[in-house]
Each structure stands twice: as structure tokens, then as C-alpha cells.
């Protein structure tokens, strides 16, 4: 277990494959299960990718500081608390009622081409229609459910992490 934790060097590194893998396995949905992503799914997404952009710099940075240390750990839980936040949205419009469920906006290309920028992000973040829709699920769990499970265990190797910071920093050759 104190594999996980003894550099910042492995912190940022297992953080990176971790983003990794979640973007492979969003990519194979779309493109071998041909599940069409929404406006939230890309939106989460850009939170993953935001993530392993954090720890891929904070991997080739390898701060001996430990605040900068630990300012790429808070960087790590804004985009990790905006996946959190993407997703639970995303639950929650699954979760309506079909009479509930706001209507379908057109698809994410035809849309960035028609507005303005901000506009379409503000869009996604809502969410429409197409959000609500299961398109696949695993033991009951739809797809925002299983990334939100990968965001906590990311969250708790993070708070794990920060709560060890200071002992990471005191060892030498990191």
C-alpha cells in the first residue's frame, strides 16, 4: 500500500494511467459499442482529459516543493469535483420521470457551429434530453454511474495522498 503513496513522481504517474483508462474505455464505447456520447458525457470527459493533463505536467514537473505539491493536488480536485459534479447531474436527469426529462437539443457539432461558445457550454453543463437516455449499463449502473464510482476512487487516492504530502516530501529521491 505504501507503494501507491511513496513519491510524487508515482502519485502523478498512477493519476495519469488511471485518466488513461478511463478515456480508453470511453473511446471503445463509442467507437467499437457505438454508444453516441451527449453534451455531459463529453463534458466529463474534459474533466477526465483536464485531469490527466494535471497529473501528466505534474509527473514531468515532479515538484520537490511541497506546496507546489500540493497546489497540483487541489488543481487535481477541481477537475475531479467538476466530473463529480457532471456526473451527478447526469444521474439525476436518468433518474426523471419521462414527463420530466427536458427536451433533446440538437448534436454537440451542429450546435457549436450555430452559437456561441459559452452558450453550448452552458447547454452541456444543464444537460438535455439525450443525457437522460440509458444507453448502457453494467450491473444496473449506467455509464455517468460507473464514472462517478472511478471519480470517488480517484477522490480517495487524492485525499489519501494530500493527507501523506507532507511524509512523501520528508524521504529523499523523490
Known amino acids: 500500500m505504501n507503494f501507491l ?36 458525457c463529453y463534458m466529463q470527459r474534459g474533466a477526465v482529459l483536464v485531469l490527466g ?47 420530466l426529462v427536458p427536451s433533446c437539443a440538437p448534436d454537440v457539432d451542429y450546435l457549436l457551429d450555430t452559437l456561441p461558445f459559452l452558450e453550448v457550454l452552458i447547454m452541456a453543463i444543464t444537460g438535455d434530453g439525450n443525457c437522460a437516455e440509458v444507453l448502457w449499463s453494467f450491473m444496473g449502473i449506467s455509464i455517468p454511474g460507473w464514472l462517478l464510482v472511478g471519480f470517488l476512487i480517484i477522490f480517495i487516492y487524492l485525499t489519501k495522498t494530500f493527507i501523506s504530502a507532507n511524509e512523501i516530501h520528508s524521504h529523499k529521491g523523490n
Open 5 to 40: 503513496f511513496s513519491s510524487t513522481k508515482r502519485t502523478f504517474g498512477i493519476l495519469f494511467f488511471i485518466c488513461i483508462g478511463m478515456m480508453a474505455v470511453a473511446l471503445f464505447m463509442e467507437h467499437f459499442l457505438m454508444l453516441k456520447p451527449c453534451m455531459l
Open 53 to 99: 493533463l494535471i497529473a501528466a505536467i505534474g509527473y514531468l514537473i515532479n515538484p520537490k516543493s511541497i506546496k507546489v505539491y500540493k497546489g497540483f493536488l487541489v488543481a487535481s480536485y477541481v477537475a475531479l469535483f467538476s466530473g463529480i459534479g457532471l456526473s451527478l447531474r447526469q444521474l439525476y436527469l436518468q433518474s426523471l420521470p419521462a414527463e
